[in-house]
Structures are given as structure tokens and as C-alpha cells.
């Protein structure tokens, strides 16, 4: 029998897992490190620790069921998206990788929008861009740190760079690729015309493929250091919430992922392209070529309660305040959250948004914290929502995914503030998996994804319905919600 590995690098750690064909997970392990804020605003982590990590968690779930290297058909890949790697002529990296949630790129972020709507791009770009993604962050290098963007021979995504020490291909694949806004969308390839007006490199932007399409074969040095064996193929895989999709079985139009991990996002496959005319979503090639993902996204979903856990409470593990806020009445007796930690994308495009708790009397406890925390990036996701369903895209089912999926309070939260049945799929760890599907379906394992998809991906039997009741309450908070950031948003840039 053959294995599939799906690897996922997310924001926090490196997950690996072995799958066999029938879709069940053998072995799994993952191994965390940090983000790296050298000044305020910014965030960078290191492609030799993520590549360090990946090493250790191969190694970890060949060793644990003892899995023969040489039954291992193909590797698919997921990854944190928009995230800038910078490598020389020797393949080395030049500085450490602005991450997604980065916020230097200000000026270079007005910069590109303007250079956008002055060239009437926008039926191809189908996006503004925003700080942390890397075209932005390219130019920040640019301007601001010659010397490394003169050393500069290609920029990767972060996945890619996974991929690049796997095979030692220097490549990219369309859904990460149309996610650092330097891609035309509409037509899935480069936005050289852009490129050039922005006096950035052209060559810096290696060739673009198919997430499906085979990227290269395990190295010697590769399977020197992970323990694989030399010659397995890799398939280019795609970016986390793509991946996530597949591993949800989320593969035909008209489903709506609602995916809570370090960031979160909202969700939908379209097979025409179509965005925002406010630009407040995006919108980013998927895994077909005639199909597109209509995205909304919080940068500060479990980011927050991770913020409230380890330097407000204190507390062990996300169980202790998960039990915590169940004690809790819907609505935190009128304590609300606004999870704006590190700005926000969608709906407000603002880097300066901060996080306010609005509303705290001598009658709240930590309980409230916790409980007002997960409702206010609940709101901030229904903000997306409601912005996706405004442009006619049908949105009666919702999958739950990452984190926000292993909770059952925050999955009736969701389902209440949401107004709308919320779904769980059986599947563990969704974007390695659907890495590991994607790869099967590259080396011919499987058909197509969507009979993969069909054989492999189960549903739990409760459905997570709407409380009436819930939803009221919800209701009335959500717009002091909306209202508490429009009144604050000329006050956030004095903080």
C-alpha cells in the first residue's frame, strides 16, 4: 500500500502527517516557534527555522509507525500565505521572511493601490493590496534595504521554500501566487505590466503552476536530512486556506469555509471570477484552472485568544478558557471585543486598527474575557460573510475548520452569530490532509480531487443549529460591534 504526506506550514508550527489511500491518518507531529517582532509593526520568522522544523516532524511520523520511506507515493504541501522569501543566485536566503501579518509596508501599500486604479487594472488584479502581502513588502526591501534587495534572485512563498529544500526547484503555484498581488487573477499568471511600473525585477518571479502539478522529486541531500527516500515526487500543493478547503471536502461551488486558525478566514469557491467592487475582499485563483476563492479575512482571529491566554491570563491551554466562557450567557453580559490587534483586512483595510474591550463594568470576570473574545472575532468573520453574500454568492451551508472547529461552544457561536447551520467534517489537522489529497490526486492515486474528495472526506452527524434566542442577542451586539470601530477609526492613529 502507498502513504501520502501532506505537510501544512502554518503562522505557529510545521504539521506533517502520513495518510494512506483509503484516508487514514497513520502518524501526525508538529513542532512550534515563534514570530519575531524586531521593532513594533513588524512580524518575520526564519525559512532555516521552518525548514529545521519540517525536518524534525518528517522524521517524527516516518519513526513513530515505522513507515517504510520507499511506500510513500507523493508529498503534497500547504502553507501560511502572502509571506515574502528572499533568495540569492545560490538559492540561500537573504533575510529573515515577512510573514503575512506585517505591517511595514504602509507607504508602499498606498503606493500600489494608487498605481492600480490609475492603470484601470482592477478586472484583472481583482484585489487592493494590503500590507504583509509580499508585493508590498518586496518594495518595502526595495526602498528601504538595498543591499539585500540588490542580492535578491527570486522570491518564493513560504510553502515554496519548503518545497525549493525538498526538490531544489525554485517555483511557485497559482493560489499563493495570486495571493501576494503581483498576479493578474483573471488570466492566473504574472502582472508584468505592474511589475514594471512598480521598477521592481521582473526576473525575481519564478515560473507558476498548478497546485496539482508535480514541482520535482525528493533530493539526495533532502532525504539525506528528513529520512525520505530519494526520487519521491512532490506535488506544488497550494495556500493553507486552499488546502483547508480540500481537506473539508470543500471542492464545488457554494459552500462557505469559515476557517478559525492564527488568522481566520471566510470563504467561498466561485467558478467565474468575481470581487468586491470595494475591494474589501479578495479574491485568488483556486485549485482548478476555472475556478477562483472569494475571501474575507481577519488577521486576528486565534491570535486573540492566544494574546488573552498567555499575557492576560495566564492560563495552561485554549480547554481551561474554552470551560471558562462556557459559564458565560450569550452577549458577555454587553462586554465586547474588538479583535484588531494587529489592524485588520476585511471589511476596513486598516493597519492602525486597534483591539478595544468596550463595555466592562465591576461585574466582569475573566470568564467575560474569554467568551467576549471568541463572539468578537466571531463578529469580525461574519463582517466577511455578509460583504460575500452581498455580491449574490450563496451561502447556506458553513464548514467549520482550524480551531474554531474543535470547540463546540465556538462552533454554536459561529452557527449563532452566523444565523446559518454550521458543519464539522470527521477530518483532523484539514489543510495536511488536503496537501496529502492533492498530492494523490498529482500522481495519479486518484482521479480528480472531487472524487477524492467524495471517497475520502465524512461529515459529523450533528449539525450545529442557530439558537433563536442567540441569535437575537447576537444580533443587537454585532451592530455595536460594527459602530464601536467606525467611531474609534480617526482615534486609532494617535496610539
Known amino acids: 500500500m502507498k502513504y501520502l504526506i501532506g505537510i501544512d506550514l502554518g503562522t505557529s508550527s510545521v504539521k506533517a502527517i502520513v495518510m494512506d489511500v483509503e484516508g487514514d491518518v497513520i502518524a501526525d507531529a508538529q513542532e512550534s516557534y515563534s514570530?519575531?517582532?524586531?521593532?513594533?509593526?513588524?512580524?518575520?520568522?526564519?525559512?532555516?527555522?521552518?525548514?529545521?522544523?519540517t525536518v524534525n516532524v518528517l522524521r517524527t511520523i516516518l519513526e513513530k509507525e515505522h513507515v517504510d520511506p520507499a511506500l510513500i507515493g507523493g508529498i503534497g504541501l500547504s502553507g501560511q500565505?502572502?509571506?515574502?522569501?528572499?533568495?540569492?543566485?545560490?538559492?540561500?536566503?537573504i533575510r529573515p521572511a515577512i510573514i503575512w501579518s506585517d505591517q511595514r509596508s504602509k507607504t508602499q501599500v498606498e503606493k500600489i493601490n494608487q498605481l492600480i486604479q490609475q492603470e484601470q487594472?482592477?478586472?484583472?488584479?481583482?484585489?487592493?493590496?494590503?500590507?504583509?502581502?509580499?508585493?508590498?513588502?518586496?518594495l518595502w526591501v526595495k526602498e528601504n534595504e538595498p543591499e539585500n534587495y540588490a542580492k535578491a534572485d527570486t522570491i518564493l512563498l513560504p510553502k515554496d521554500y519548503i518545497r525549493y529544500r525538498l526538490t531544489g526547484?525554485?517555483?511557485?503555484?497559482?493560489?499563493?501566487?495570486?495571493s501576494t498581488l503581483a498576479f493578474d487573477v483573471a488570466k492566473r499568471k504574472w502582472a508584468t505590466s505592474l511589475i514594471n511600473k512598480l521598477g521592481i525585477k521582473e526576473n525575481l518571479f519564478p515560473p507558476c503552476y498548478e497546485p496539482y502539478e508535480v514541482a520535482g522529486e525528493i533530493t539526495t541531500c533532502a532525504a539525506e536530512e528528513t529520512g525520505l527516500q530519494k526520487g519521491i515526487p512532490v506535488v506544488f500543493g497550494g495556500g493553507d486556506q486552499f488546502m483547508q478547503a480540500v481537506g473539508n471536502g470543500i471542492v464545488f461551488p457554494g459552500i462557505v469555509s469559515s476557517n478559525i486558525g492564527t488568522g481566520g478566514q471566510i470563504a467561498v469557491m466561485v467558478e467565474k471570477p468575481a470581487y468586491d467592487p470595494q475591494l474589501r475582499t479578495n479574491t485568488f485563483c483556486h485549485i482548478h484552472p476555472d475556478t477562483w476563492n472569494i475571501q474575507g479575512s481577519s488577521l486576528n482571529s486565534g491570535l486573540s485568544l492566544g494574546w488573552l491566554k498567555s499575557n492576560v491570563?495566564?492560563?495552561?491551554?485554549?480547554?481551561?478558557?474554552?470551560?471558562?466562557?462556557?459559564?458565560?450567557?450569550?452577549?458577555?453580559?454587553?462586554?465586547?471585543?474588538?479583535?484588531?490587534?494587529?489592524?485588520?483586512r476585511t471589511p476596513h483595510l486598516d493597519p492602525n486598527a486597534k483591539g478595544i474591550f468596550f463595555g466592562l463594568t465591576l461585574k466582569h470576570r475573566d470568564d467575560h474575557l474569554v467568551r467576549a473574545v471568541m463572539e468578537g472575532v466571531t463578529y469580525s468573520l461574519r463582517d466577511s460573510l455578509e460583504i460575500i453574500e452581498s455580491l449574490g454568492i450563496p451561502a447556506n451551508r458553513v464548514i467549520a475548520s482550524g480551531g474554531g472547529a474543535k470547540s463546540r461552544l465556538w462552533l454554536q457561536i459561529q452557527a449563532d452569530i452566523f444565523n446559518k447551520p454550521v458543519y464539522t467534517t470527521k477530518t483532523n489537522e484539514e489543510?495536511?490532509?488536503?496537501?496529502?489529497?492533492?498530492?494523490?490526486?498529482?500522481?495519479?492515486?486518484?482521479p480528480s480531487l472531487e472524487e477524492a474528495c467524495k471517497k475520502l472526506i465524512s461529515f459529523h452527524s450533528e449539525i450545529v443549529e442557530p439558537i433563536r434566542e442567540n441569535v437575537e442577542i447576537y444580533s443587537h451586539y454585532y451592530e455595536l460591534f460594527k459602530e464601536l470601530y467606525k467611531r474609534n477609526q480617526d482615534l486609532f492613529v494617535f496610539v
Open 35 to 53: 514570530i519575531q517582532v524586531p521593532e513594533i509593526g513588524y512580524a518575520e520568522q526564519s525559512p532555516n527555522v521552518w525548514w529545521s522544523a
Open 81 to 93: 500565505m502572502h509571506g515574502l522569501v528572499l533568495v540569492d543566485h545560490k538559492g540561500e536566503v
Open 121 to 138: 487594472v482592477i478586472d484583472s488584479m481583482m484585489n487592493s493590496v494590503s500590507t504583509g502581502f509580499a508585493i508590498s513588502s518586496l
Open 169 to 178: 526547484e525554485l517555483a511557485v503555484e497559482v493560489t499563493d501566487a495570486s
Open 313 to 344: 491570563l495566564r492560563a495552561n491551554d485554549f480547554q481551561t478558557l474554552t470551560k471558562m466562557a462556557e459559564t458565560i450567557a450569550p452577549g458577555s453580559e454587553g462586554l465586547i471585543f474588538l479583535p484588531y490587534l494587529t489592524g485588520e
Open 431 to 446: 489543510a495536511c490532509v488536503g496537501a496529502a489529497i492533492i498530492a494523490g490526486v498529482g500522481v495519479g492515486i486518484y
